[in-house]
């Protein structure tokens, strides 16, 4: 079993910033695969990012200039830093885990084998 537990969710007005984290605990890896999803109202849950021990992965539609994701093993946390957020980037976020290092599904909500409850984003004008 792996518990995950998120914070930094909360309401920023537009061009702020703010930075997801998400500790990991039980029968895990520092190699196994983690990171952030989201879901906008009315939209489909979407991979953002992930990262394991020697590479990061970013869905196509982010904009990796405002997003980074990161990790620090001794904690076995990761993060994700928002900067310049936009209205768009509204959406619950929901940190995810697998069993297994990243690969070309951990971007897919059907390769997520744990999921976070969940934190909520808005941004105000």
């Known amino acids: 079993q792996v518990h995950l537990v998120e914070a930094g969710g909360g309401s920023v007005q537009a061009g702020g910033s703010l930075r997801l984290s998400c500790a990991r605990s039980?029968?895990?890896?520092?190699?196994?695969?983690m990171g952030w999803f989201r879901q906008a109202p009315g939209q489909e849950r979407e991979g953002v990012a992930v990262?394991?021990?020697?590479?990061?992965?970013y869905a196509p539609s982010v904009d990796k200039g405002r997003f980074t994701i990161s990790k620090d093993n001794a904690k076995d946390t990761v993060y994700l830093q928002m900067n310049n957020l936009k209205p768009e980037d509204a959406a619950m976020y929901y940190c995810?885990?697998?069993?297994?290092?990243?690969?070309?599904?951990?971007?897919?909500?059907?390769?997520?084998?744990?999921w976070g409850k969940g934190i909520l984003v808005t941004i105000s004008s």
């Open positions: 039980g029968d895990v890896e520092s190699s196994d695969c």
């Open positions: 990262i394991d021990d020697d590479e990061t992965r």
């Open positions: 995810a885990a697998e069993s297994v290092s990243c690969n070309d599904a951990s971007l897919n909500r059907w390769g997520v084998d744990y």
